[in-house]
């Protein structure tokens, strides 16, 4: 699965534009993308590891750093 936080495995999903639906009700798609960063973490052997994590689990991660 591409572009999905390494931690939670949250991905995008899909669902319809609300500026789309109308007096006609004709729905346009659109896809909800997450909130991925870059984020460096100790990986296997403490070196750093560049990884893709979403904004929650980052945030999350420095908070258990403190």
């Given at each position: 699965?591409?572009r999905s936080c390494?931690?939670?495995?949250?991905?995008?999903?899909?669902?319809?534009?609300?500026?789309?639906?109308?007096?006609?009700?004709?729905?346009?798609?659109?896809?909800?993308?997450?909130?991925?960063?870059?984020?460096?973490?100790?990986?296997?052997?403490?070196?750093?590891?560049?990884?893709?994590?979403?904004?929650?689990?980052?945030?999350?991660?420095?908070?258990?750093?403190?």
């Open positions: 699965m591409a390494n931690f939670c495995g949250k991905a995008s999903i899909g669902g319809f534009n609300p500026q789309s639906s109308g007096m006609n009700r004709v729905r346009a798609h659109r896809r909800y993308l997450p909130n991925l960063q870059v984020t460096t973490v100790s990986g296997k052997n403490g070196a750093p590891e560049k990884v893709l994590a979403c904004t929650r689990c980052r945030r999350t991660l420095t908070k258990n750093a403190r």
